[in-house]
């Protein structure tokens, strides 16, 4: 965790973006270290945490990291888990939790209102269109002999 710590520290000293900092690590070892880099990259989803599984997925050439571990400076905000999700990580360690940043100004709430159905319909307006002409891309998908799931 203290790793997870200093990468926070250095990009904060940098103005790379808030406190947030993530290290993987896969048998004791660290594969990948990150902090957050939303102000140097004018990404908003240059997140710690998605970082460190860009780049450990980058080193261990697979996208597959459930025999890795997730150490995060702070508890991983939606998109964060998400993508820990989606990389198959199994066990996150994290320091501050969602109530500690909220107060100094990093508040998901909003994202666990709307992930919930609880948030006001007018911050985000999601509308389907297109529906038939999507499906066939899926049943191209479906169809394609040569895929690899994921």
């Known amino acids: 965790m203290q790793i997870a710590i200093d990468e926070a520290r250095e990009g904060m000293e940098h103005n790379h973006g808030g406190p947030f900092g993530a290290i993987i690590v896969k048998d004791g070892k660290i594969i990948s270290r990150a902090h957050n880099r939303v102000l140097v990259t004018n990404d908003p989803t240059a997140h710690a945490e998605v970082?460190?599984?860009?780049?450990a997925s980058e080193v261990l050439d697979k996208f597959d990291?459930?025999?890795c571990e997730i150490y995060t400076s702070s508890q991983p905000c939606p998109m964060c888990l998400?993508?820990?999700y989606w990389a198959r990580i199994t066990k996150v360690y994290f320091g501050t939790n969602k109530e500690d940043v909220a107060a100094i100004g990093f508040?998901?709430?909003l994202f666990y209102k709307f992930?919930?159905?609880d948030a006001d319909k007018s911050t985000l307006e999601i509308i389907n269109i297109d529906r038939k002409e999507c499906l066939e891309l899926l049943k191209e998908w479906d169809e394609?002999?040569?895929k690899e799931m994921y």
């Open 82 to 84: 998400a993508a820990i």
């Open 107 to 109: 508040d998901d709430s």
């Open 65 to 67: 990291l459930s025999d």
């Open 144 to 146: 394609k002999t040569d």
């Open 115 to 117: 992930i919930r159905g």
């Open 51 to 55: 970082l460190a599984i860009r780049q």
